[in-house]
Each structure stands twice: as structure tokens, then as C-alpha cells.
């Protein structure tokens, strides 16, 4: 994060996000205050709280990929949930903790593998240990013949080279599959029982003890069984407590949580009735986003200082039908454009990730050079401007429909064609997009 500052920042979403200047300025500010809160001494570092954002924009901007991209420059837990899922508590459906749920499930997750990717190394050199063991038993305790020992680790020395060597990537040895001692349940519930902090499994293995020994044996290739003996000795490496402490951090002091289609939720008075539902899970949402401890499976977990980042298009609600709480909480608001044919010209080549390069790519995996003049990939733009002109608008992702449709004869026809090269020009262009731009039906359903 010393790197990361807002200018950084902004330039490494440009790799990936066209336009969209103010809300890249507005995100990037915010991460780097979380650092800057990080860096403040004393009681004040509790009091400094995070500047939540509120999107708006039609679908299809960059929205939901500028807080993905953020989450992954700062290594932060993310989870993308969308409002229109929760309901009020009392109903059946997602309540709004849930979200915080699944983003400590995803961090413990995440330290997991790191951790685990750490000690590899140790854990590989334990199962090869094993696995020679499997091989050629080590000799009884009891015996002190000192030849003996000596013979004993000759043999284990060949055999180990043998090992390294591939010599034994055939021979099969029989080893133990560890299984989870407590039995599996998982719970499905409106009221969010898995909130609750009781371990159902560790209580049903007390019940039921003839689970306790649910282990099995294997007939495994060499090579298959010290994949699984890297993967049992790396759990026994890993410190679960650890885990799940690094975890809680990670996700109290760098989690973001985006929720989109806020939108969805706004109370609209002006439709001359009481929406309960929407305004009910505002209420509930209320609580989680000025900071309150929401009990997990891991423990209690604080959402005062995770950044909340909130979108929606906002086509029939404006953010002031929120309920005033709710909009106090996210005192950062920023606007999105729509794409115009310069800025789809721009995302079909320039960013990282770029869909005229994703193609490119696909049709080499048949051995097919695929290539567009400057002209075609221009007029490509024009048509997907179009296209979100005369329907509804959905941003970049009408490039994918535009493209689809172009490419359609050739990614069918591939590999059995003979096809070993594909210009796509202006002209090409034209002759199959024009014509269902122009019928309104047609492009109705193909794009």
C-alpha cells in the first residue's frame, strides 16, 4: 500500500477500466485512506470511519469492476452481493448479515491457501518421507544391528533417487484418507441459524462416535498419493486459530463489501404506498453499515471500518429515496457515464483484459490467426453505441453481443474448416451487423 497511492491507484484501474474518471479519483481516495488510518496513532485511529460510495450509472459501465479491481490491488476480501436479494427480517429470504458471513468465509478461505502455499515446501518433503516409508519400512525399533541401519540407508537413499527420478511413478502404494471426523450438516434456514455460535458438527460427533474413526485405505499411484500427503501434511502445518485470526483482520480492516442494484431498495413515495419490504431491509442494512459486531461461525466480526461501496442505475429512484440514515452513511456519490463509440473503441483493444485480445487468443487455440483493421474494430464501436441507443442500455456488455454475432460463422465452422487466417474489415462488418441493427425485431433478440 506505500506504492498504492491515489495516482497509482488510478492508474492501474486504467489498465483495466476505460473513462469513469471521478469514480476511479473517488475509489482510490478511499482505499488510501484506510492506509492513512492505518498510520494514525491513538484513540482517533478508532474513530476515523470509512468513505463509503455510492455509484451511479447504467449497467455495464464499470461499476462492479472498479471495486473488483480495487479489492485485488490491496489484497482486500471482496464479495460482491446484490440488495434486491435481502428481505426485511421476518421474511423468507437473505438477510443482510449474511454478506458479512460470506465475506469472513471467503478471507479464511484466501489465508488458507496462503498459508498453505507457505509451508508446501515442508509439507512435500513430509509426504515424500512418507511415501518412502510406504516404500521400504523403516527396521524395528529393537533392532541395534549397526550394519543393518547402514543397509537400511543405502536402500533409502536409492530408493529416494529412484523417487525423484520418476522410476516409481507406476508402483502403487496403499495409504490412509484422512476424512473430517465430525459429520457434515449444513443448514438451510430464513432465520440464519448458521449465525448462531454452536458447533452443530462437534455436537452430533458426541452423539454419534462411530463417526470419530471415518478414515479409509488407498491404493494410490506414487504420484497421486504424494499429492494427497502434501495436501494432509500442509493442514496439519497450517494453525487453524491463525487462520482465522489473520482472516478476522483482513476482513474488519481491509474488507469491501459491494452491493449493487441499491436502487432496487429505495422507497419510492410517489407510488402513493408503504413498501415495506424495501424500506425494512434498508433498516437492517442501516446497523451493518454504520458498524455493529455480527456473529459468524469464526466469531464476532465488527463492520465499523469495512468500506461499503453501494451502485445502481437509479433509472426510477433517485439516491434520495433512501431513508436519510442510509444516505448519511455513504456521504460519497459519483457518476458514471455512459459509453460513448470512442470509449467502446477504447475497451475493444486497449485495457489488459481487452475482448478483441480474448478472441484473438481463442482462435489461436485452433491455430487460426484472427485480425481487425483499424476501420472495422471503429465500426464495431459505432454498432454497439447503436445498439444501446435503440434498446436498453447495458454498457460494454452489448460488445460481447456485437461480437458474438460477428464472429458466429467462424467459431461454429473452426477447427474442421481449413481456416488458417481471418482479417475482419469494414466491409464484413457492415454486411452482417447492418442488417439487424436496421430490423428492430431482429436485433431484439440477437443483440
Do not use: C
Not at 9 to 19: A, P, R, S, T
Not at 378 to 388: K, M, P, S
Amino acid at each position: 500500500m506505500k506504492i498504492l497511492t491515489p495516482k497509482n491507484i488510478v492508474k492501474e484501474l486504467d489498465k483495466y477500466i476505460i473513462g469513469q474518471t471521478d469514480a476511479k479519483r473517488a475509489t482510490a481516495i478511499a482505499l488510501r485512506n484506510r492506509w492513512r488510518r492505518q498510520r494514525v496513532s491513538g484513540e482517533l485511529q478508532e474513530e476515523i470511519i470509512p468513505n463509503n460510495i455510492i455509484m451511479i450509472g447504467p449497467t455495464g459501465v464499470g461499476k462492479t469492476e472498479i471495486a473488483r479491481r480495487l479489492s485485488r490491488l490491496a489484497n482486500a476480501p471482496f464479495i460482491k452481493v446484490e440488495a434486491s436479494k435481502f428481505t426485511e427480517v421476518g421474511y423468507v429470504g437473505r438477510d443482510v448479515e449474511s454478506m458479512v458471513r460470506e465475506l469472513m468465509d471467503i478471507a479464511v478461505n484466501d489465508v488458507r491457501v496462503e498459508m498453505s502455499n507457505k509451508v508446501y515446501r515442508k509439507a512435500q518433503d513430509n509426504a515424500r518421507e512418507k511415501v518412502l516409508d510406504h516404500l521400504l519400512p523403516p527396521p524395528k525399533p529393537s533392532e541395534d544391528d549397526q550394519d543393518a541401519k547402514d543397509r537400511y540407508h543405502r536402500s533409502r537413499m536409492k530408493m529416494a533417487n529412484m523417487l525423484d527420478d520418476g522410476k516409481l511413478d507406476d508402483h502403487e502404494i496403499e495409504i490412509t484418507q484422512e476424512n473430517s471426523n465430525n459429520p457434515h450438516i449444513e443448514i438451510f434456514s430464513n432465520i440464519g441459524l448458521e449465525s448462531f455460535d454452536l458447533n452443530f458438527s462437534e455436537m452430533l460427533s458426541n452423539i454419534m462416535p462411530f463417526q470419530k474413526n471415518d478414515s479409509k485405505r488407498r491404493k494410490l499411484k506414487v504420484p497421486q498419493a504424494l499429492e494427497m500427503l502434501t495436501q494432509q501434511e500442509a493442514g496439519r502445518l497450517v494453525n487453524k486459530d491463525k487462520v482465522i485470526e489473520v482472516a478476522r483482520e483482513r476482513v474488519e480492516d481491509h474488507g469491501i463489501i459491494f452491493i449493487d442494484e441499491i436502487d432496487k431498495i429505495a422507497s419510492r413515495e410517489q407510488e402513493g404506498r408503504a413498501d415495506v419490504s424495501r424500506s425494512g431491509v434498508q433498516r437492517d442494512l442501516l446497523p451493518i453499515v454504520e458498524g455493529s459486531n455480527v456473529p459468524t461461525k469464526y466469531g464476532m466480526i465488527n463492520t465499523r471500518h469495512i468500506l461499503f461501496i453501494a451502485a445502481g442505475a437509479f433509472h426510477s429512484a433517485k439516491p434520495s429515496d433512501l431513508i436519510p440514515e442510509l444516505q448519511g452513511r455513504f456521504p460519497i456519490r459519483v457518476e458514471l457515464d455512459s459509453l460513448s463509440v470512442d470509449d467502446f473503441e477504447k475497451i475493444l483493444q486497449f485495457p489488459k483484459n481487452a475482448l478483441l485480445k480474448q478472441y484473438v487468443a481463442m482462435f489461436k487455440t485452433e491455430k487460426v490467426a484472427l485480425e481487425f483493421t483499424d476501420k472495422a474494430v471503429r465500426e464495431i464501436a459505432r454498432y454497439a453505441a447503436e445498439a444501446n441507443q435503440k434498446m436498453e442500455d447495458i454498457g460494454a456488455r452489448r460488445l460481447h453481443t456485437i461480437l458474438n454475432a460477428l464472429l458466429d460463422d467462424y467459431l461454429f465452422a473452426m477447427p474442421d474448416s481449413g481456416l488458417k487466417k481471418v482479417k475482419i474489415t469494414e466491409k464484413e462488418v457492415d454486411e452482417k451487423l447492418e442488417k439487424i441493427i436496421q430490423n428492430e425485431d431482429l436485433s431484439r433478440y440477437i443483440l
